[in-house]
């Protein structure tokens, strides 16, 4: 197992205590869920992602919902900074880590679209 999977695997592991103390390991606020539960979904599949050599694209996407959730609601730093934390431990897709970047941020603008007319 690399450095990398091993802070990878900590990070998920992280995120998903922090949303099980925060919600008390609730499912009762549909907000919470989506913003608290979902950081920590995708902070798994970006751990899968690193874990089994899977598209570096995913991996990016998933980052890309962490940093909407930073920018919906509270604990608005600490899940931006969770965000930055995968950054270079991930694969950047095509070799580029301007195109993760990007990947990232659309798919954060696409998930704030998508959530506004929902919420």
């Not at 103390?21 to 989506?34: I, M, V």
Request: charged share 10%.
């Amino acid at each position: 197992m690399t450095l990398r999977a091993v802070t990878a695997s900590f990070n998920a592991i992280a995120m998903v205590a922090l949303a099980f103390g925060l919600t008390g390991g609730s499912f009762a606020d549909p907000r919470a869920d989506a913003r608290i539960w979902g950081s920590a979904a995708a902070a798994v599949t970006v751990a899968l992602v690193i874990l089994t050599n899977g598209p570096a694209w995913l991996g990016w996407g998933a980052i890309g919902y962490i940093l909407f959730a930073a920018f919906w609601g509270e604990p608005a730093l600490l899940l931006a900074l969770l965000a930055v934390a995968y950054m270079p431990v991930l694969d950047r897709p095509r070799g580029s880590l301007l195109t993760g970047i990007g990947i990232a941020v659309v798919t954060a603008v696409a998930f704030r679209l998508v959530v506004t007319r929902l919420f």
